[in-house]
């Protein structure tokens, strides 16, 4: 490298994406300013992503930021673009290792302060409320929220201006016209940022697979409305507790054909409450509660509910289950799912409607009729955004690999000079020069386990996943001085069919009564002896091997 081009490129902005590319979940982006051995980091966002079925008892995947809690000192802080799970569900479970300053908009920090006072952190988190639309400074970072429509109450993007150019970081968008309330996306501002000059926009993946335009919430809001006035019965609707546009349509529908609104789960009320505090919902009329259920006629409730996906705990599930303390439904009733299923909850789900449509309920979703809009961008509006802004170069993000392949393709079809598929760990220059890759950082997932957080590769889940499909087989052996066998052998298994437990025990004793005696004076030879022996004769009986734990103990 010639030291022109050195200098050239010694200082420089670069985009750490440490979880949201290449998976739907856990956003933390990550940008640095300065020289590879000395940069400031800005963080945005730090999301979870849900535990799949083949890591069992995971509820909540993490991302791993042990690269920049390594270099905390230089982290000036962490901004959220707006309160979905994917955003800030990691606050909590990772903010202990970061322990930098937080920033984000009044009702982020309203559900930001709710887990972080589950967590005990309440105290210690110190949380900057910036204004919709608001300027700040960040280290020598000067920011900018900039407003967008999404499904989530003020929803940013986040302009990024540095010593080294200008980026700007999308958040999660969709152009909607049409709002149900909100400042709406700013179309002015986003103009004037691109004619000031923006070197790389970071954007949204999700739909870029969707040609056309997103349909917008006054549509759903008028689906919404026609299936209550037509209803004869109770109608539910269930839908994530933070759309609150979405709850503020169900509202209005029943508003429109004179019914109560009865709040039901936790969720759906903690969050209603955040919602009204920064001043949403003030016009939607008393909410009751649960107990007032059964005393309704039935053609004068909208019950709003939590549990859209499938959730085994919440109301929806509950209700589907009759197991509800307060609420039953009956046929004749209507059940709406204002919701999509996010990928790897469809099974869940599934059981929910089974389970309605053996009560004879009607469910409506999505495929039968806009009652859900997707808060993310088709192809007509991510042209759109690239119009205003005119960055220099694109960096895919929240998307799975072929959402990101497919942006990145999209973007140069569109006239983006540069385009680069990122990966988690992947260190991207954005600027000044070309989009690069420039280096690569060790990153990877952890798993919220119970209360502990615990890394996900080699974790608990694998050896639980693996005890699961062979079950265990517990062996105890007491050997006395001369290395004989003290006492009989024990055996106990889990999670083996019936009758192979005598079997092994047989397989144990014949492989130990072979042993030569020199070879019993190591314990762990014999361990590994006797648990060879109880595989093998497994495979041979059962065509499987299960885990094998043997205890030798001397008497
Ligand atoms: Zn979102
Ligand atoms: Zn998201």
């Not at 919430?217 to 409305?225: K, L, Q, S």
């Not at 437990?501 to 314990?523: H, K, N, V």
């Amino acid at each position: 490298m010639n030291a022109k081009k050195k200098t050239a490129h010694d200082k420089n902005l670069v985009m750490l994406p440490l979880g949201g590319t290449g998976e739907i979940g856990m956003n933390c982006y990550c940008y640095g300013a300065g020289s590879e051995d000395d940069r400031e980091w800005l963080m945005v966002d730090l999301g979870v992503k849900f535990g799949e079925d083949a890591e069992p008892g995971i509820d909540v995947v993490l991302p791993d930021v042990s690269f920049i809690a390594k270099n905390r000192k230089k982290l000036s802080g962490l901004v959220l673009t707006h309160a979905h799970e994917d955003h800030i569900g990691g606050v909590p479970w990772l903010w202990p290792q970061l322990k930098c300053p937080v920033y984000c908009t009044p009702f982020a920090a309203a559900l930001l302060n709710n887990k972080l006072k589950e967590h005990g952190l309440d105290e210690d988190v110190k949380v900057h409320i910036i204004p919709l639309g608001g300027k700040f400074k960040v280290g020598s970072y000067e920011l900018e929220f900039v407003n967008v429509t999404h499904s989530i109450p003020e929803s940013c993007a986040l302009l990024i201006k540095s010593k080294h150019g200008t980026v700007m970081h999308s958040g999660d968008w969709k152009i909607d016209r049409t709002p149900i309330f909100g400042a709406g996306l700013d179309e002015v501002r986003l103009r004037e940022i691109g004619a000031e000059g923006v070197d790389a926009l970071i954007c949204d993946s999700t739909n870029v697979l969707r040609e056309g335009f997103s349909p917008s919430e006054r549509d759903v809001a008028a689906t919404i409305t026609d299936i209550v006035k037509n209803a004869k019965g109770r109608v539910a609707v269930t839908t994530f507790a933070s759309h609150v546009e979405r709850v503020a349509s169900a509202v209005r529908a029943a508003r429109a054909c004179g019914r109560e609104v009865v709040l039901a789960g936790r969720a759906m009320r903690n969050t209603v409450e955040a919602a009204r505090a920064c001043g949403y919902l003030r016009d939607a009329g008393e909410f009751l509660d649960e107990e007032s259920f059964g005393y309704l006629p039935i053609d004068k409730i909208l019950l709003l509910c939590t549990g859209s996906q499938g959730e085994p705990r919440a109301a929806i599930s509950r209700i589907a289950e009759d197991q509800h303390p307060n609420i039953a439904l009956e046929k004749g009733d209507v059940v709406i799912f204002s919701s999509r299923t996010i990928p790897g909850n469809e099974k869940e789900v599934s059981l929910v409607h089974n389970n309605l449509a053996k009560l004879d309920i009607d469910v409506i979703t999505a495929d039968d009729a806009l009652v859900h809009a997707s808060g993310h961008p088709r192809q007509d509006e991510l042209r759109l955004m690239y119009d205003w802004l005119k960055p220099n170069a694109l960096v895919p993000m929240h998307g799975e690999a072929r959402h990101l392949r497919a942006h990145a393709i999209f973007a140069r079809k569109c006239g983006i000079p540069q385009a680069l598929v990122p990966v988690d760990g992947n260190l991207m220059r954005l600027c000044p020069g070309n989009l690069e890759s420039i280096d690569e950082v060790s990153c990877g997932r952890l798993h919220v386990d119970g209360k502990l957080v615990v890394p996900a590769e080699d974790g608990p889940a694998k050896q639980r996943r693996k005890a699961s499909m062979v079950g265990i087989v517990f062996l105890s052996l007491a050997l006395d001085e001369k290395h004989n066998l003290a006492d009989d052998v024990q055996i106990t298994c889990d999670g083996l069919p019936a009758g192979l437990e005598a079997e092994l025990l047989d397989a144990a004793e014949g492989a130990f009564e072979t042993m030569p005696r020199p070879r019993r004076r190591d314990d762990g030879t014999v361990a590994e002896t006797i648990r060879i022996a109880v595989r093998r004769a497994a495979d041979q009986i059962w065509g499987k091997k299960p885990i094998c734990k043997v205890l030798v103990q001397r008497v």
